[in-house]
T-cell receptor
Framework: AQKVTQAQTEISVVEKEDVTLDCVYETRDTTYYLFWYKQPPSGELVFLIRRNSFDEQNEISGRYSWNFQKSTSSFNFTITASQVVDSAVYFC????????????FGPGTRLSVLP | GAVVSQHPSWVICKSGTSVKIECRSL??????MFWYRQFPKQSLMLMATSNEGSKATYEQGVEKDKFLINHASLTLSTLTVTSAHPEDSSFYIC??????????????FGPGTRLTVL
């Protein structure tokens, strides 16, 4: 069955530190898509990135970077030089192409960036 | 970009009353919409899949008679929480799939509806 694990429930860092949020997934499908979303206190989900199972290239977007490794079924997210505005809950999620196509979310990691 | 709206954004109601939440796709047609529920400090869990013109498919453990879903048009799905009780208090979020594009490419989340049942 499909599953997304985020082992870190809560992380606290001091501003300007780098932080990596871990995500490990399980899937029965050969074609799948991985996502990261940010959920600030308002509750609205903010899309960060989407990756398909055939594209293992790492990606960098400003202070954000993602490391996708199929061999370990991981899709980790790193924030460089963290800022207080990065404080939020971050969800890793999976969509399987051939099974429903709904999002399966990980439990989330609450990141607190302290000034 | 595509926008999905939800109405209301928050609602407080008395126990035993029914509450209707709307999910609208504003600039695309959505053949499929998904309803998720998020309890405080928890993750989002799929409640049901709503397909335009047909009955919704509910996840195990979700009472279909309590959470009525209607997807009567390509731009609107509604979730009605009937006879709401305090344990139904939660954050309800919908996502909509653009019918013109692959499902995994274009699903958009609404801003969510916070339901508090007193």
């Amino acid at each position: 069955a499909q599953k997304v694990t985020q082992a870190q429930t809560e992380i606290s860092v001091v501003e300007k530190e780098d932080v990596t949020l871990d995500c490990v997934y399980e899937t029965r499908d050969t074609t799948y898509y991985l996502f990261w979303y940010k959920q600030p206190p308002s509750g609205e989900l903010v899309f960060l990135i989407r990756r398909n199972s055939f594209d293992e290239q790492n990606e960098i977007s400003g202070r954000y970077s993602w490391n996708f490794q199929k061999s370990t079924s991981s899709f980790n997210f790193t924030i460089t030089a963290s800022q207080v505005v990065d404080s939020a809950v971050y969800f890793c999620a999976l969509i399987e192409d051939n099974y429903g196509q709904n999002f399966v979310f990980g439990p989330g990691t609450r990141l607190s960036v302290l000034p | 970009g595509a926008v999905v709206s939800q109405h209301p954004s928050w609602v407080i109601c008395k126990s035993g009353t029914s509450v209707k939440i709307e999910c609208r796709s504003l600039d695309f047609q959505a053949t499929t919409m998904f309803w998720y529920r998020q309890f405080p400090k928890q993750s989002l869990m799929l409640m049901a899949t709503s397909n335009e013109g047909s009955k919704a498919t509910y996840e195990q453990g979700v009472e279909k008679d309590k959470f009525l879903i209607n997807h009567a048009s390509l731009t609107l799905s509604t979730l009605t929480v009937t006879s709401a009780h305090p344990e139904d208090s939660s954050f309800y979020i919908c996502s909509a799939r653009d019918a013109a594009r692959p499902a995994t490419d274009t699903q958009y989340f609404g801003p969510g509806t916070r339901l508090t049942v007193l």
